[in-house]
């Protein structure tokens, strides 16, 4: 039988202010500068939500959830990622995996990955061991290394909903 899957990649970056919270995978992260956006800018959430609506089809969150639309302005992105997901549902997929990486040269993020992945796959609907959480520099190059910005770059698998069924029939 021909598994129904497909994937999806995506990227976001922002930049970094002061008087700002900084949230990346949706956890509030301990720093003195934030990103800014419309939303609460979390480059990571919305790296995967680009990458989850790419592997369906169905454009970007740019589409979905404008920055000229008032509705999303300070939103939390973690309902936007619940959004996504349902968005999906609705068009008969569900989150296999996601592989994510963060750059960023400060602040360090590994003591925050394990809390973003359990925040991640809760709002997902997958398992700790469905996401995948790195983190790099850019070695001081570029907008990155000069600390203006953050950026995130995410690859998402989706399973059509019917083949997670007939799976997990075949499981019993």
Known sequence: MKMNIRIGMGYDVHR????????????????????????DADVLIHAICDA????ANLRDIGFHFPDTDVR??????????RMTVQL????????????????????????????????????MGVG???VSIKAT????????????????YAVALIVSAKQSKIEAVHEV
């Open 128 to 130: 700790v061991g469905d």
């Open 72 to 81: 999303y302005k300070g939103i939390d992105s973690k309902e936007l990622l």
């Open 16 to 39: 970094l202010v002061p008087a700002r919270d900084l949230w990346l995978g949706g956890i509030k992260i301990d720093y003195p500068l934030g990103l800014l956006g419309h939303s």
């Open 137 to 152: 520099t850019t070695e001081k190059l570029g907008f990155t290394g000069r600390q203006e910005g953050i950026s995130a």
């Open 52 to 55: 989850l609506l790419g592997a």
């Open 88 to 123: 999906l549902a609705e068009n008969g997929w569900t989150v296999g995996n996601i592989d994510a990486t963060v750059c960023a040269e400060k602040p360090k993020l590994l003591p925050y990955i394990e809390a973003m992945k359990q925040c991640l796959a809760s709002l």
